[in-house]
């Protein structure tokens, strides 16, 4: 089945079913089967399309494209021990007896320990392709204060564009991305990061290129994590906690 969303600002798959009953679908399942359990993404830094695996058997593939969303509910399966089987049909199409003639068939091997999903085309073994794990990976810290970026300029001539865009990715691989100007009256530009971050990448833009002043520091104990003199025009950044 397929749903089109033009106007797209989140996706949220509920599964409504008591602890005992996870855990009696859980124990259903093959090794392999509950590896892929969750939500993969096709872009390690998670920007891409993503394939989620319920374990009902129930499969939901997201497509973006420039900002259209088309959600494709399907199903899967796992054959052979290692074959990989989905099926997201047309709403005219027939499901019965879909392993038969599966929309993908891939042999799948799980790396980087089972956070990365390498998949090889059951017809054509030239094709490999990986997918991505969403969420942290055990150990991965996130934020437990607040955290601010900030760009500090000299003067600027009134002409002159100061903006920042940042991505920030939370404890369940959720992306949001923030957009911002400058405060001209302080000549400052401040980016805040919340709690429960793990992942900072962030895209600043002056267009004189004149210097500017970073730092990037906890709101609560002002520890300071990162802080340089920018004589460039565009900058990008990363931080992983």
């Not at 096709?42 to 129930?58: Q, V």
């Not at 959600?71 to 796992?78: A, E, K, L, S």
């Amino acid at each position: 089945m397929k749903r089109t969303l033009l106007w797209f600002t989140a996706v949220l798959s509920l599964v409504g079913c008591s602890k005992d009953e996870d855990n009696e679908n859980l124990s259903n399942l093959s090794e392999t089967e509950q590896k892929l359990i969750g939500t993969w993404n096709t872009n390690e830094d998670f920007t891409g399309n993503t394939y989620s695996y319920n374990e009902d058997g129930t499969a939901v593939y997201i497509n973006d494209y420039g900002g259209d969303i088309t959600v494709y509910d399907g199903f899967w399966d796992v054959t052979e021990g290692d074959i990989l089987i989905e099926f997201y049909p047309d709403p005219d199409e027939s499901t019965e007896n879909w392993q038969e003639n599966p929309t993908l068939k891939n042999k799948i091997e799980f790396l980087d320990d089972d956070y990365t999903l390498k998949e090889t085309d059951f017809h054509d073994h030239s094709s490999v392709n990986a997918m991505y794990r969403e969420g942290l990976k055990e150990g991965q810290k996130v934020t437990e204060q607040p955290y601010l970026i900030e760009f500090k300029t000299g003067e600027l001539a009134e002409y002159v564009s100061v903006f920042a865009t940042m991505h920030l990715y939370d404890s369940e691989g959720v992306k949001s991305t923030v957009y911002k100007d400058i405060n001209r009256e302080t000549k400052t530009l401040t980016l805040q990061v919340p709690e429960n971050i793990y992942r900072v990448e962030l895209e600043f833009y002056i267009e004189d290129a004149s210097t500017v002043e970073m730092k990037f520091y906890g709101a609560d104990d002002e520890k300071i994590i990162h802080e340089e003199t920018i004589n460039d025009q565009e900058y990008t950044y990363e931080y992983i906690f």
